[in-house]
């Protein structure tokens, strides 16, 4: 079973062995509204731990997608290039961003699992 992890900007990282699926919350999809617009990084890029990585634009903002752990882009959800709805159909299935390859394991320590994050969305109000 994947580990999954949360970070305070919403994001989301399941982790399969040393590759990391990353996208944005069902709350962070919920702020944002409908989703217009998602720009995706180059397959290939090498990230840090906090690096901006994507943008997702909708009808109330633009958001910068950060980088939960540092690593290499092994691949981006074409998907979305059709149709940027996914994101807010599944934003923790099909609405996915990219894939990294972790170049730091450890660095998922310090990122929140779910009972964590559902406790700090609570504390947002």
Known sequence: MADIRYTEDHEWISVEGKVGTIGITDYAQ??????VYVELPEVGREVAKGDETAVVE?????SEIYAPVGGKVTAVNQALE???GLVNEDAAGAGW??????????????LMDEAAYAEFVKSLG
């Open 30 to 35: 919920n702020q944002l509204g409908d989703v």
């Open 58 to 62: 909708s009808v109330k903002a633009a």
């Open 82 to 84: 059709e149709n940027y």
């Open 97 to 110: 961003f990219m894939k990294l390859e972790l170049s730091d394991p450890a660095e998922l320590d310090g």
